[in-house]
């Protein structure tokens, strides 16, 4: 169930359903107008979005991309690893180029002892902590009622140390199939780092997202060490590499 629900997510994102499903090696290219429209929560839109696992790359492009796609092609046939796809991106799109990595939920591991579920009362509580993590974030107006959301959800679960908060989770926008999986993302106080809260937050917050009857999803960036190992702590193994680039 896990595995079936994630591919199917990240069939929307490149555009094509249930294309990951489908048995095949070598490089894909997929032609979809997904890649011109801002995906919901994104400040932009990806005009290449490259979902690459085992020995198959998939490459979806949009208008923007298509004129330079069969140059990227003459390049892309050529080339095995990662790395060198991001030298390739750069030569022939002068765009702004993220690599992720996407993650797999694999089953649930043992409960979180410290770790509750934050309910409407928490407020000032999560607002102190949340201007604490992001000091440059000078609007919060949409602070409340993203925080009411996920209190609804019952998926914003976080630990206190002396009655404040040090590590807390919160729900990134899905997309796609916003009904059926749910990101997980998490805080910690640099100075609280450490001592396992965010795994217990998480752990809490996973359990939580399964009793919504929903799929837990991860999803980091490259250079996030920190975050690839907490991934593999809370119960997720890894998907794919994911390549985006904005024109």
């Known amino acids: 169930m896990y595995i079936e629900k994630t591919l199917e997510y990240y069939s929307k994102w490149l555009g094509k359903d249930r294309i990951l499903y489908q048995n095949f090696t070598g490089i894909t290219y997929i ?67 993220h690599h992720n990595i996407k993650y797999i939920f694999q089953e649930p591991v043992k409960k979180a002892g410290r770790a509750i579920v934050l309910n409407h009362m928490d407020y000032h509580k999560y607002e102190e902590f949340f201007r604490k993590c ?9 602070l409340k009622e993203y925080f009411e959301e996920m209190v609804q959800e019952h998926i914003c679960t976080g630990i206190f140390n002396k009655d404040i908060l040090v590590s ?13 999986v749910q990101e997980i993302g998490i805080h910690t ?27 837990p999803q991860w999803s980091t960036d490259i250079n996030n060490i920190a975050s690839q190992k907490l991934a593999r702590k809370v119960g997720f193994a890894k998907l794919a590499d994911v390549i985006t680039v904005t024109l």
């Open 31 to 97: 032609y979809s107008e997904e890649r011109d429209k801002i995906p919901d929560g994104y400040g932009q839109p990806f005009d290449i979005y490259i979902f690459a696992d085992k020995n198959r790359w998939i490459i979806s492009y949009g208008n923007k991309a298509k004129e330079k796609i069969e140059k990227l092609k003459n390049y892309t046939d050529k080339i095995q690893f990662i790395e060198n796809l991001k030298t390739v991106i750069k030569t022939v799109y002068n765009g702004e180029i």
């Open 168 to 180: 807390c989770t919160d729900a990134p926008a899905m997309p796609y199939m916003s009904d059926k």
């Open 189 to 215: 106080l640099p100075e609280c780092r450490g001592k396992g809260y965010a795994a217990e937050a998480c752990i809490k917050c996973i359990e939580k997202i399964l009793e919504n009857g929903k799929i």
């Open 134 to 142: 992001n000091p440059d974030c000078k609007n919060t107006d949409w």
